[in-house]
């Protein structure tokens, strides 16, 4: 049995129209699922405890923002999350936090989606977070590049560096 926490307004997500994606975490995972809506506990229960972890995991994924289908991805071994946490890069004012999400983002999303197209990830920015979904070449490398750009390195040079580990990894 593990324990995990979501944003309530992530709830309805996890849930899903008459409970179907409860029940399809439920059913891959071999897990019970006890969600508690009014403050986001989210209580998993199963027999094996790797079955858990990946309910977990996949559950997290959904709470920092992520579509169902692509938190699903997780079951795919070769698959991970990474979770940053946008404030450790800012002086923890409302400005700078929009301003850093601003700069993952970039103009209608180009970067995120530049990012993400180079490297073959998944990219959700929500809250105080960025977190990264895909296998774990792939997800080291969008990590480097999503750090350079919170620590203020030009996007130019950030795409020329996944582009190059793209290459030399032949992703």
Same mark, same amino acid.
């Given at each position: ?18 409970? #179907?994606?409860?029940? !399809? ?51 795919? #071994? #070769? ?17 700078? &936090?929009?301003?850093? !999400?601003?700069? &993952?983002?970039? !103009? ?13 990830? #998944? ?26 750009? &919170? ?21």
């Amino acid at each position: 049995m593990d324990q995990t926490r979501i944003p309530k307004e992530r709830i309805a997500v996890l849930i899903g129209k008459k409970g #179907e994606i409860k029940k !399809k975490i439920s059913q891959v995972t071999n897990t019970k699922l006890r969600i508690n809506s009014k403050d986001g506990d989210v209580i998993i229960s199963g027999e094996n405890g790797l079955d858990v972890y990946m309910a977990k995991k996949i559950i997290t994924a959904i709470g920092r923002g992520f579509n169902p289908e692509i938190a699903l991805t997780l079951l795919n #071994e #070769e698959n991970d999350i990474e979770i940053i946490n946008i404030q450790g890069f800012t002086r923890n004012t409302k400005n700078d &936090l929009e301003r850093i !999400k601003g700069r &993952l983002i970039g !103009k209608e999303g180009i970067t995120r989606k530049l990012v993400e197209n180079i490297t073959n990830v #998944e990219i959700s920015i929500y809250g105080k977070t960025i977190s990264i979904i895909g296998n774990l070449v792939n997800l080291n490398i969008a990590r480097h590049g999503v750090i350079n750009l &919170l620590q203020g390195s030009k996007h130019g040079k950030v795409y020329s560096y996944l582009e190059k580990q793209r290459k030399a990894k032949n992703l």
